[in-house]
């Protein structure tokens, strides 16, 4: 039975409480930030941020809208990464079995810095990051530790605002669905987001790119030539490493 | 807070205005956010649109510093549209009250208005009393004096036009906010307020809340489920804080402070002792002298006795109209009138308005003592901006602080519940908790006064002192135990046994207690702030109500002035949201505002015991500017006349007089911007301790400035450039945050662009920027002297060359 996240950005309130709980509890150090004109800081995603709250607002017919969206990886059931990967370094990402968390592993390193280029594009959210010194791929881990143990993740655990549940995906799903309900009249485009294919269901506020460019899956863009080389030449690769 | 957080759930509408809830008091939203799913309306109404607006129904953007102009025109809407709860107001409140025919108001200012003292004679106030000296009362509310009329005739100016003028907010804005907080005028409604420093860091801060207090009180939304005027307070601890008397015109438990015109205990009691002849007033504050006796003997312990009237001539005393806060404190600094001092728990070099000043101030002291975790601008001012330590002769001792998390204590939280805290580990290195340090120099104090002569030993030598500081010693203490064996109403108490309630508080000796408020906290049994049991009720559970979960001063109230949440005879307004009522001939559910049966036994107390008249006060002859709230501009405004009369400013506010002190001009042109200022979320106030916390620092890193796209377009800034703000007092770099959350307002026939800063990012962090404060003005309220950090005329351009990012 896969375990699920629901994240109801309609409750969200922007404290980063589970930005900053993720690093402590990740032991990930501080990255340096500059002020740029906008609160959302890191700016984005990076091996040392799990979690990031984006900020957008919009100016909508003289009513201003504040979007907050709770990024992170969505531990997708069918997970292209994971997919990808496996063909370069086998175990490098895997899947448990008990709770669907996709995880990378330190294997990851053995990833070409261009084979993580082609991993990162595979996923339809824009997660996975390298570290660029160690080699190492990294994104959400759903607290496995805890999970494990029979803790919340550290994100769920931390917010106060009832916008993050966890849980099994059935209960997760339905919860997501009364949700939707509850919210139609205040928020008249509001939806979740791929629900049928991850473990992390968005509750979206209004159109999924007014939250966030990759709130929910876009399509890989079609490989380049070179890009569909590489494929071909995958099976090579795999040997010439074993 | 009248109320307390979880009651926040019960409210049919929540008005969020001087406070950014969200961001500045997070976990206050989770109740909001339960509200508004039960289908309650949230109103934001302040000058940024934030994190609070955007879960909010709606945000309304207003002009900083009209809070009265916009509330005013509620209660005309209120009052003309008959929406107020009449049974409440006319039973409950002093709406029915005669105002004396010396009252008067006219041109902005009222009756008794000394121009060369800048202080009101406010006898001139007064209601007309009968031979009994109870107050003459209208309850057709047809006199023109009484206190309802008078707020007809005053607020009557606060025209929808005239406010929406002066505030920047639409028409169709206001009324949109008074519709829906007014419909909670009705009996089975509830509206509350939420409010914070937004609301009180104005020369008119006090009567911003005297105003909403009023509202509350004219909708019969005080006492109730749902209601109330809830000061957001408790994240430093402010209650608490407060409670104890951390300023200097309050003894604990808001006794207040002593004044030289008072020179025995007898003068004390007979000035600040209450006397009402209405049976019906419980005039709670009769019993100030078995307070303050048990206070003293509290502090004096044995040396304490009748015949020295507990050591009271010991106490320091003030000046009358004498003025020792922080403005004060620091301009007398400035001007050399002051050798040394302590600052704990605060950073006055960054978060005291007009910081230049403040900075410069320090550098005249021989000593400053300060107790921190990091070095601050406080601690290191010497080394700051523009400072050649080689100038500058202070001696300055860094105490190193515990963090919280290393000590143990209580912390009283906005709903004045005390809950204690206990240590996770030991301090590290030598760091110590403040009551440790404390206790530990004034014994080496004590020590050398003992050893050595010294002027006026007594004050010192004379106190029940402990030998080391306990918490838990403290709490004891705060509660209060008998002196010697007694009987009261029949009842044995031995000497030493804690006492079971203020009730039981005597002028006589028999009982020390050194905060009236907290007796009831600490019985024989034990600690009650330790207690986290959520049993209750069913009626308690019907409002989220938790009277085994730590305990609330006064008596575990949870709910001030509950007994005006039923009718005369015990029955709640609202029978659906009952937080009081008298079943079977006692009270169930809240621990009711004291035990009398309902009014209509005849044997009833007016429901707001704390008043002398018993009587919820719409009009408030006590308040220094003013017994009704009138707007005025603040300190500096973009306006050259106020649109509601010709005095501009609060003719009261305090204003600090010294070569650095400059104020813009009214209308100046070299300054035609409103800054207004304010802390976020991922750092604590100044910043001093979340600067040093690198992944709160990650999330906001550096001074920022939030800007219309209008103003930025006008200026040729665009988002992320470096901008410099200035007033008339100093220069501030920042990065300009240009966004649509900045709204220009339509005000007095033209646009007025106000922009916004966070006072968190000081130098002593390696380009974060430095302290916002050099731009605001030490200006404050006449009751407080709070500090107009608020609002305050600047002006912004590109910067050339960036030196603090």
Redesign the interface.
């Known amino acids: 039975m896969p375990k699920a996240f629901f994240i109801d950005t309609t ?1 969200c ?5 589970c ?2 709980a993720c ?2 509890w990740h032991n990930l ?11 959302q ?2 700016p984005d995603l990076n091996p040392f941020n799990y979690k990031l709250v984006r900020f957008s ?3 909508i017919d003289g009513v ?5 969206f709770p990024d992170q990886c969505r531990h997708c059931f069918q997970p292209p990464c994971l997919f990808t990967a496996e063909d370069y370094v086998p175990g490098a990402i895997v899947q448990d079995e008990d709770t669907g968390a996709v995880l990378y592993t330190d294997l990851t390193r053995h990833l070409s810095a261009e084979e993580f280029e082609e991993v990162r594009h595979a996923c339809p959210y824009d997660i996975p990051r390298r570290d660029s010194g160690t080699g190492l791929v990294s994104k959400c881990d759903m607290c496995i530790d805890r999970v494990k143990n029979d803790k919340l993740p550290m994100c769920v655990n931390t917010c ?3 916008a993050m549940h966890f849980g099994e995906y059935d209960d997760i799903r339905a919860l997501a669905e009364k949700r939707l309900e ?1 919210v139609r009249g ?1 928020f008249p485009n509001a939806s979740l987001a791929n629900p049928d294919d991850v473990a992390v269901v968005y509750l979206l506020a209004d159109e999924p790119e007014r939250l966030h460019q990759h709130a929910v899956a876009q399509a890989p863009a079609p490989m380049t030539r070179k890009q569909l080389l590489a494929r071909l030449a995958r099976p090579l690769n795999k040997a010439s490493r074993a | 807070m009248t109320n307390h957080w979880t009651d926040i759930e019960n409210a049919n509408a929540i008005l969020i205005m001087g406070s950014n809830a969200a961001e500045h008091h997070p976990i206050s939203f989770k109740w909001v956010l339960k509200a508004k799913e039960k289908g309650a309306v949230v109103m934001h109404v302040d000058p940024k649109f934030s994190r609070t607006s955007a879960r909010s129904d709606f945000h309304v953007p207003l002009r900083s510093g009209t809070d009265i102009a916009f509330l005013g025109g509620m209660v005309k809407y209120i009052l003309d549209n008959d929406k107020f709860f009449h049974d409440y107001v006319v039973q409950y409140t002093n709406a029915a009250c005669i105002v004396g025919e010396k009252f008067s108001f006219s041109n902005g200012l009222f009756a008794g208005f000394d121009k060369k003292t800048r202080r009101y004679d406010r006898s001139l106030w007064a209601f007309e009393r009968d031979e009994n000296g109870l107050p003459r009362r209208d309850t057709s509310l047809k006199h023109k004096r009484c206190v309802l009329n008078l707020m007809r005739a005053h607020y009557g100016r606060y025209t929808l036009d005239r406010v929406s003028s002066t505030t920047g907010v639409s028409r169709e804005n206001l009324m949109r906010v008074y519709e829906a907080f007014a419909a909670t005028g009705a009996p089975d409604k509830a509206g509350t307020m939420m409010y914070a420093l937004g609301w009180t860091q104005h020369t008119v801060g006090v009567q911003n809340i005297r105003l909403a207090a009023i509202i509350q009180l004219l909708l019969g939304n005080i006492g109730v489920a749902g209601g109330g005027i809830n000061a957001l307070r408790g994240e430093p601890n402010v209650q608490g804080s407060t409670d104890h008397a951390l300023l200097y015109h309050i003894l604990p438990g808001y006794l207040p402070m002593v004044q030289a015109k008072w020179p025995t205990l007898a003068d004390y009691n007979k000035a600040n002792t209450p006397v009402s002849n209405d049976p019906q007033s419980a005039n709670w504050w009769q019993n100030r002298p078995k307070y303050m006796a048990s206070l003293l003997k509290s502090w004096f312990g044995d040396n304490a006795t009748e015949q020295n009237e507990f050591c009271y001539g010991l106490l320091p005393r003030l000046d009358e109209h004498g003025d020792y806060s922080l403005m004060y404190l620091f301009d007398r600094m400035y001007k050399g009138q002051i050798s040394g001092g302590f600052v704990f728990g605060t950073n006055p070099a960054q978060s005291a308005p007009n910081t230049h000043k403040t900075r410069r101030a320090l550098s005249n002291l021989d000593w400053l003592v300060v107790g921190e975790l990091h070095h601050t601008e406080t601690s290191d001012f010497w080394r700051g901006p523009g400072m050649n330590p080689s100038d500058i002769g202070t001696e300055v001792f860094l105490l190193p602080s515990a963090q919280r998390g290393e000590k143990e204590g209580s912390i009283t939280n906005s709903g004045r519940w005390l809950m204690w805290h206990y240590m996770a580990q030991q301090p590290i290195g030598e760091s110590r908790s403040l009551g440790a340090m404390v206790v530990d120099i004034m014994n080496a104090v004590r020590k050398l006064y003992r050893q050595e002569p010294g002027a006026f030993p007594e004050q010192l030598l004379m106190h029940d002192w402990p030998q080391a500081f306990d918490p838990d010693r403290i709490a004891k203490r705060n509660n209060g135990w008998f002196t010697r064996d007694v009987e009261i109403g029949g009842v044995a108490y031995k000497k030493g046994q804690q006492i079971p309630g203020f009730g039981n508080l005597q002028t006589d000796g028999s009982t020390a207690c050194s905060s009236w408020l907290q007796c009831g906290s600490y019985l024989d049994s034990g600690n009650l702030a330790k207690r986290r049991d959520l049993s209750q009720t069913p009626m308690q559970a019907n409002i989220g109500l938790f009277p085994n979960f730590a305990w609330a001063w006064p008596m575990n109230r949870r709910v001030l002035y509950n007994r005006a949440s039923v009718d005369a005879n015990g029955r709640p307004w609202n029978p659906a949201k009952p937080v009081i009522s008298w079943e079977d001939g006692k009270w169930v559910g809240d621990v009711p505002d004291g035990g009398w049966p309902p009014m209509a036994s005849g044997k009833g107390k007016l429901p707001f015991i704390m008043a002398a008249d018993g009587y919820g006060q719409l009009y408030g002859p006590g308040r220094l500017d003013g017994p009704l709230p009138e707007h005025y501009e603040p300190a500096e405004t973009p306006l050259a006349r106020n649109p509601f009369s010709g005095q501009l400013s609060n003719p009261c506010m305090k204003r600090m007089i010294s070569d650095a002190d400059p104020l813009a001009k009214p209308a100046d042109k070299r300054y035609p911007i409103v800054l207004t200022t304010y802390c976020l979320t991922e750092h604590w106030c100044g910043g001093g301790e979340t600067r040093n916390t690198p992944v709160l620092l990650e999330a906001e890193p550096q001074q920022y400035v939030e800007m219309s796209p209008e103003l930025a377009k006008e200026k040729g800034i665009a988002n992320g450039d470096v901008v410099v703000v200035e007033s008339a007092r100093g220069r501030v770099e920042a990065v300009a945050m240009v966004t649509v959350r900045m709204r220009p307002l339509p005000v007095e026939g033209r646009i007025i662009h106000e922009i916004g800063m966070p006072f968190c990012f000081g130098w002593t962090t390696p380009k974060c920027g430095d302290a916002v404060n050099r731009l605001t003005p030490a200006v404050g309220d006449p009751n407080t002297t709070i500090p107009e950090y608020k609002v305050s005329l600047v002006n912004i351009r590109k910067a050339d060359k960036v030196t603090e990012l």
């Not at chain 1, 309130?13 to 409480?17: D, L, W």
Request: proline residues 6%.
């Open positions: 409750r309130t922007a404290c980063r409480g930005q900053v690093k402590e150090p501080a990255v340096q930030t500059r002020q740029t004109g906008t609160h800081n890191p607002e919009h100016l201003i809208r504040w979007y907050f106060a605002m009832g509850v205040e």
